[in-house]
Structures are given as structure tokens and as C-alpha cells.
């Protein structure tokens, strides 16, 4: 995944990662983290009624450039271009989110990146309880990161479970297999999430940024805040909503 317009250093600076970027998990780590903060997941283009572009020079252009967030493919599309600019091995992997009442088609993207020697899942662009770090494919038992707790579980070495801890509970967030993937396979999916008048993305205004405590959520106008497991929601009227957009989550105004 390559684009012209991308430089590693300027991708770097846009999420404030300040360390030596090198091709291991130290570093992935901390690069996945700090993006995850700065990048906030959203829809806004969906929701004003644009298609979602997967020409890898727009996806930088607007997250690098204009300092936008975006939806799995841009996000994680990004994210593997500073994998490959950094030198690690990865391959996309097509997901199929699991918290919706109804079977529904893998339209998630996500990424196997090979570090220290084995493979690991790294996904900054599932937008409710996704990882915060990566996660070893092929690892037991529940992994703590920061205030969640997550585990990747597959019974034949075929297809994966991410599950997430909730509420005290077990939930499952998406699966995959092995399957391999090209960028051009997502295409269909993001014009689906992007045009389909029931999807999550059509249907509602989404924006999610992680916070060192947890993370802060915008949903249509009510505007969650998960810190330490304490969550706590007020109402967000549309007078109120650049200003907020630009104080909680970095986006400017104009988005």
C-alpha cells in the first residue's frame, strides 16, 4: 500500500508519535497507539452524502494534510503505508463485524502485520471496542490493554474471533480467516458502507477517538465518554457541534 504524496516523517508528526520509528513491535505499538489518539474514526463524509474515496493519495490528503479522521479502509489504509515505508511484512484481512443483531458481510478491514517473528492484529479503524494495541494471532488468553481486556480465539487456526470485554461480559467484535486480500477487494464493501441507505454509516453520525483512560464517542448527537470503565453521556445540540468537534476530537470545524 504506497501512495505518492505519503512521507513517513509528516505521517508521524500528524499523530505526535515523537519516538524512533523501526520495524518491530515496540514501535508499531506505540505508532498504532498514538494514531488511535490523534486519527479520530469517522463518517462525516457519508453523511454528507459523498462516497468515501480509496485513492490512496486522497486518503493522505485528507488524514495527513488536512488533518481529518476516516473510516476503517482510510485509516488502516494509512496505517499500512507507514508499515510499508517502515519496512514490516503485513496483508489485509476482510472482517465481519459481529455486533449487529443480523448476520452481516465481512465489510471490515483489518491488518496482520508480521513483527519479531510472528503475526499480529493491528486495526485502528474499528470504531466501538477495538484494540488499542496489536494482539498476537496466534496468542491465549485475555490480553489487558490499558482499561480493556480483549482475546483472539480460533478453534482451527482457520478463522479468528476478536472479543472484547463489556459491561463484564463477553462481547465477539468481528471474524476473519486467512484469506488473502487486496486493496482492490474493498471496494465494493466501502461503496456499500458509503451508499447503502441501511447501513450503520448512512444512518448515523459516528466519531470515536481513544483516550489514554478510554475513549469518547459521537453518536448522532449524544456524545459518550468511557473513562477508567465509568461511562457518562449528555446531549450535543448542532449549534454545539464544531466546537466539539474540534476541542474533543482535533477535527476542524469545516468537517
Known amino acids: 500500500m504506497k501512495a505518492g504524496n505519503f512521507e513517513l516523517p509528516r505521517y508521524l508528526d500528524r499523530i ?3 519516538d524512533e520509528a523501526r520495524p518491530d513491535l515496540a514501535s508499531v505499538t506505540g505508532i498504532m497507539r498514538q494514531h488511535l489518539r490523534a486519527v479520530p474514526f469517522e463518517n462525516l463524509d457519508v453523511q454528507a452524502g459523498k462516497i468515501v474515496s480509496l485513492v490512496p493519495e486522497d486518503i493522505v490528503e485528507k488524514i495527513v494534510h488536512r488533518r481529518r479522521g476516516g473510516y476503517c479502509y482510510e485509516v488502516n489504509g494509512l ?3 507507514a508499515l510499508a515505508a517502515l519496512g514490516v511484512e503485513y496483508r489485509f484481512v476482510g472482517c465481519r463485524p459481529m455486533t449487529y443483531s443480523a448476520r452481516r ?3 471490515h478491514m483489518a491488518i496482520l502485520a508480521r513483527l519479531d517473528g ?6 485502528v479503524g474499528f470504531g466501538s471496542y477495538g484494540l488499542r494495541a496489536p494482539i498476537r494471532l496466534n496468542g491465549t488468553g485475555a490480553v489487558e490493554q490499558d482499561d480493556d481486556v480483549f482475546e483472539l480465539l480460533s478453534q482451527d487456526g482457520r478463522e479468528y474471533v476478536l ?18 486480500h487486496e486493496w482492490v477487494d474493498f471496494m465494493p464493501a466501502n461503496w456499500l458502507n458509503s451508499t447503502h441507505p441501511e447501513t450503520l454509516f448512512t444512518r448515523h453520525r459516528i466519531v470515536m477517538r481513544q483516550t489514554p483512560e478510554g475513549r469518547v464517542i459521537l453518536f448522532d448527537n449524544r456524545l459518550k465518554t468511557i473513562a477508567h470503565g465509568t461511562t457518562t453521556t449528555r446531549h450535543v445540540t448542532e449549534d454545539e457541534l464544531p466546537a466539539l468537534l474540534a476541542e474533543t476530537f482535533g477535527l476542524e470545524p469545516t468537517a
Do not use: I, K, S
Not at 510472528?118 to 486495526?123: F, I, N, S, T
Open 16 to 18: 505526535a508519535y515523537r
Open 79 to 81: 496505517l499500512a503505508m
Open 105 to 107: 458481510p465481512r465489510t
Open 118 to 123: 510472528e503475526e499480529w492484529l493491528c486495526d
Open 163 to 180: 472479543r472484547a470485554r463489556v459491561e463484564g461480559d463477553w462481547a465477539n467484535q468481528y471474524c476473519f480467516d486467512l484469506a488473502h
